[in-house]
């Protein structure tokens, strides 16, 4: 299936001054799961791409690409939309989610990038994103396990980093997990793909 590509034209505003802020030593937060994560529907898993406003590499900037990934967590914490992988590269991050049953795909990303915009113009005020994104909803087994290795080896492609463990940014660094396949996705555990689940950096 041909990716589709989505403008969102409004963002919601979203008050994040009531999200607490506890931080461990990596400067990332690891809030537990929502407890209605577990219903979340199998054929809503996406692959998504979005890129910054005229593709500047706004996250070359450390703890721009730490506040990204922080507002990832907070709403994956809330369980706007279980987060199975992630990358953030310098002009574009590629997200690999499924939705809360009440949310629709415009919505999660109108979370994520509206979240973003918001936090990061508190300290700095840039343009951040292009509207539109791409999407690609995941069909099965082997394409579910084909856009899980090409998030992971996008910075190695990209020659940042020898090893994907290596590149800070990624759900592939040791910093992070992944949650589990929605319900209905047995088969992928059953296989050994899905073993990971989001862990705690140890601040040591």
Not at 4 to 12: A, E, P, V
Not at 107 to 112: D, G, P, T
Request: hydrophobic share 35%; aromatic share 10%; with cysteine.
């Amino acid at each position: 299936m041909p990716s589709h590509r989505i403008t969102i034209t409004t963002y919601l505003t979203p008050i994040l001054e009531s999200i607490s802020s506890p931080c461990d030593g990596y400067h990332n937060r690891f809030p537990a799961h929502n407890t209605t994560i577990t219903t979340m529907d199998s054929q809503r898993t996406f692959f998504i791409t979005t890129v910054t406003w005229g593709r500047m590499p706004i996250f070359r900037v450390e703890a721009r690409a730490r506040l990204f990934i922080d507002v990832l967590l907070d709403y994956r914490g809330q369980g706007k939309f279980l987060l199975h992988e992630f990358v953030v590269m310098p002009d574009h991050v590629h997200v690999l989610l499924t939705p809360a049953p009440e949310l629709s795909l415009e919505r999660a990303l109108q979370f994520i990038k509206g979240g973003y915009s918001y936090r990061l113009r508190k300290q700095e005020k840039i343009q951040v994103w292009e509207e539109s994104f791409t999407n690609h909803r995941i069909q099965d087994v082997e394409d579910y396990g084909r856009h899980c290795e090409y998030i992971r080896l996008n910075p190695v492609h990209a020659k940042l980093v020898r090893e994907a463990t290596e590149y800070p940014y990624s759900s592939a660094s040791s910093a992070f997990g992944a949650d589990d396949a929605p319900a209905g996705a047995v088969a992928l555990i059953s296989r050994g793909i899905l073993t990971r689940r989001w862990k705690r950096r140890s601040s040591t």
